[in-house]
C-alpha cells in the first residue's frame, strides 16, 4: 500500500517562498506528482518527478530524493492566488496515483 | 480544448436511493479514473479504466457501486443504494494514457449529500 505525509497547514505572507515536504512509503514508487486544488474547485497538475533532483516551472519548483523517499514543493514569490490546497501524489509501478491528505497554503496580505 | 466535463454538479438525495454520475473526459484521452474526495482529504481511487476496460476497481465498493464506460469515452458512475456516508464530492479525470497517469486532468466533480 502507500503511505503519504504532508503538513496539514501552512501560513505565509505574499511575496514569501513556501516550501511543502511530503514523505512516502510505498511498494513499486515510479514518481511523485504535485496538484493544486482551490476551494470548491478540480485539482490541477502542477509537476512531476521520477528522477533525484530539482524541476523549475515558474514560481513553482519540485524536488525528489529516491533515496530518502522525500520530496517537496516550493512556491516562490508568494500571491494570493496561491492560496490553495496542495497534494502530493505517488506514481506507482501499476500506474496508480495515489494522493496524500493534502497542505492548504494560506497567503496573508 | 475543452476539459473534463461531468454533470451534475450537485446532488441531493436520500439515503436507500440511487444516484449516478456523468464523465466526459478530453477528447483523445484513453485513461478514465473516478475518485471520491471526502472533505479535507485527498481523492481515493474509485476506478481506473483503460478504454473501455476496468483496469483497476479494487477500491469500488461493489454491493453498491457500478461504473461503465461503454465505447471508451464518455463513462457513468453509479451509487445504488446511497448511504449517509457517500456523502463527498466525486471527481472523474482523464489522462492521455496509462503511462500520463502522472497528469491526470480534473473535471470539477459532483457534489453528492445523502441525508
Known amino acids: 500500500g502507500q503511505s503519504l505525509e504532508q503538513p496539514s497547514e501552512v501560513t505565509a505572507v505574499e511575496g514569501a517562498i513556501v516550501q511543502i515536504n511530503c514523505t512516502y512509503q510505498?511498494?513499486?514508487?515510479?514518481?511523485l506528482s504535485w496538484y493544486q486544488q482551490h476551494d470548491g474547485g478540480a485539482p490541477t497538475f502542477l509537476s512531476y518527478n521520477a528522477l533525484d533532483g530539482l524541476e523549475e516551472t515558474g514560481r513553482f519548483s519540485s524536488f525528489l530524493s529516491r533515496s530518502d523517499s522525500y520530496g517537496y514543493l516550493l512556491l516562490q514569490e508568494l500571491q494570493m492566488k496561491d492560496s490553495a490546497s496542495y497534494f502530493c501524489a505517488v506514481r506507482d509501478n501499476d500506474y496508480k496515483l495515489s494522493f496524500g491528505a493534502g497542505t492548504t497554503v494560506t497567503v496573508r496580505a | 480544448e475543452a476539459g473534463v466535463v461531468q454533470s451534475p454538479r450537485y446532488k441531493i438525495i436520500e439515503k436507500k436511493q440511487p444516484v449516478a454520475f456523468w464523465c466526459n473526459p478530453i477528447s483523445g484521452h484513453n485513461t478514465l479514473y473516478w475518485y471520491r474526495q471526502n472533505l479535507g482529504q485527498g481523492p481515493e481511487l474509485l476506478i481506473r479504466?483503460?478504454?473501455?476496460?476496468?483496469?483497476?476497481d479494487s477500491q469500488l465498493p461493489k454491493d453498491r457501486f457500478s461504473a461503465e464506460r461503454l465505447k471508451g469515452v464518455d463513462s457513468t458512475l453509479k451509487i445504488q443504494p446511497a448511504e449517509l456516508g457517500d456523502s463527498a464530492v466525486y471527481l472523474c479525470?482523464?489522462?492521455?494514457?496509462?503511462?500520463?497517469?502522472?497528469?491526470?486532468?480534473f473535471g470539477p466533480g459532483t457534489r453528492l449529500t445523502v441525508t
Open positions: 479525470a482523464s489522462s492521455k494514457d496509462r503511462d500520463r497517469t502522472y497528469e491526470q486532468y
Open positions: 510505498t511498494s513499486g514508487f515510479y514518481g
Open positions: 479504466y483503460e478504454n473501455e476496460e476496468a483496469v483497476d
